[in-house]
């Protein structure tokens, strides 16, 4: 890796984006942009720019971390100067061929971390575009295995790792809500049942076994660790991730009616399909 290709440009420094750079400042020189100054005026340490595209310009490989309502007029900014550059989105139900579509022939790899990269113990799936190189898979995956376990899968699987590792923490977190478990004294057993019900459930939606399993461990493991570490109760951890309208609302309002997570995992996944922009 040269020195030019260390520089790492994030738009967005909301939770995600905020999260993606205190993990990745240890491997690279990180620069961040927000259109929200608000938020800027939190961090003491990495490089700021007043314009989009000046951080753009200013890096070799870009993080979208923006909301999915912002995607467009971002792409539009930033279109004119991407040459060259690798672009890499986490906007949830945004594929890498609507990015394409709008940026051209743009390099483009599609990552799906969990909450769990808040302590850089995220499960995180990747998915290159159409004009992707290897090398481009190759530095996302070191840039996120900063950041927790990485999968590499087909595209059209990441709306199934929406509905497992994404909004799967909050069936956990759900349940010791309900049942008014402390994260500190969650029994072995109930542990295990966590693990199986998400593992069925990752089968459910189109994993193979392996997969799921694996799936299901480290989500379990690091929602449980998240409530460890950040101390909050899981109902507030749960409506951190829960958005309006979102794959994790849909998820609940199964599981609010004794849905099980299987169920749940595919109204989940029905949900990002119904988001998604291709």
Known sequence: MTDASKRLGIIGFGNMGSSIAEGARSLFEVSIFDKDKQKLSQNRTLKTENLA????????????????????????????????????????GITTGYIENILGEARVVRVMPNIAVKILAAET????????????LDFSKRLFGQMGKIWVVKEEMLDAVTAISGSGPAYILYDMEINKLNPLKIPVERKNEYIQRLKQAALDVGFDPKMAFDLAICTTASSIQLLIQTGNSPADLRKMITSAGGTTEAALKVLSRNGSWSEAALAARKRAQELSRS
Request: glycine share 4%.
């Open 53 to 92: 595209a000046d951080l753009v310009n200013n890096s070799d490989s870009i993080v979208l971390a923006v909301k999915p309502q912002d995607f467009d007029m971002l792409l539009n900014e930033i279109r004119p100067f991407i040459q060259g550059k690798l672009i890499i989105s986490i906007a949830a």
């Open 125 to 136: 799936a990747l998915a290159k575009g159409k004009y992707a190189k290897d090398e481009d």
